[in-house]
Antibody, heavy 120, light 108 residues
């Protein structure tokens, strides 16, 4: 079964750090662009970052540039999001999502999401 | 940055046709994807590349894209189609994914 499972969410104080993980299974992880998408409570979807199959290209939404880092380990079939200098506005459910060959390909598989709460 | 505009809500009676629009500057020159999200669930891809349907998505779902508007059309609407719908494009000039604000579809 093709599956993405996120982990690592939780409660963190403003200014703190958190590392999210996304475990992929059921497909050749190294063949796909991967993305992180977040959704603040009661709000819409917001793309956060994406990464090319070999990790050579990474793109970020402006609001997280310099604070978040996307990475992947193809040997472990895993995607990561290192989040530093967290702010209250980063509070959201974070989803990992599978693209395909090109950065503009749709996200055909999504994880169930992991909640990140930034609060003192 | 590129902006996608969706109506906040659309209401339709069962068995009728729902049309959800997604407006953007010359969006017809871009590829549009559509997602369905039900409460408490992850989004599901329902239309990709303007009008293609993933396997498992009913033929009742279709899409079009021209000029400044892309449209998701749901024919013979069922109660189970009630959900939030989001359009999405890749803005290649900025290397950005952009989502529309979402449209809540209510089945009367």
């Amino acid at each position: 079964e093709v599956q993405l499972v996120e982990s690592g969410g939780g409660l963190v104080q403003p200014g703190g750090s958190l590392r999210l993980s996304c475990a992929a299974s059921g497909f050749t992880f190294s063949s796909y662009w991967m993305s992180w998408v977040r959704q603040a409570p009661g709000k819409g979807l917001e793309w956060v970052a994406n990464i090319k199959q070999d990790g050579s290209e990474k793109y970020y939404v402006d609001s997280v540039k310099g604070r978040f880092t996307i990475s992947r380990d193809n040997a472990k079939n895993s995607l990561y999001l290192q989040m530093n200098s967290l702010r209250a506005e980063d509070t959201a459910v974070y989803y990992c999502a599978r693209g395909y060959s090109y950065p503009h390909d749709a996200f055909d598989i999504w994880g169930q999401g992991t909640m990140v709460t930034v609060s003192s | 940055s590129y902006v996608l505009t969706q109506p906040p809500s659309v209401s339709v009676a069962p068995g009728k046709t729902a049309r959800i629009t997604c407006g953007g500057n010359n969006i017809g020159s871009k590829s549009v994807h559509w997602y369905q999200q039900k409460p408490g669930q992850a989004p599901v891809l329902v239309i990709y590349y303007d009008s293609d349907r993933p396997s498992g998505i009913p033929e009742r779902f279709s899409g079009s894209n021209s000029g400044n508007t892309a449209t998701l059309t749901i024919s013979r609407v069922e109660a189970g189609d009630e959900a939030d719908y989001y359009c999405q494009v890749w803005d290649s000039s900025s290397d950005y994914w952009v989502f529309g604000g979402g449209t809540k579809l209510t089945v009367l």
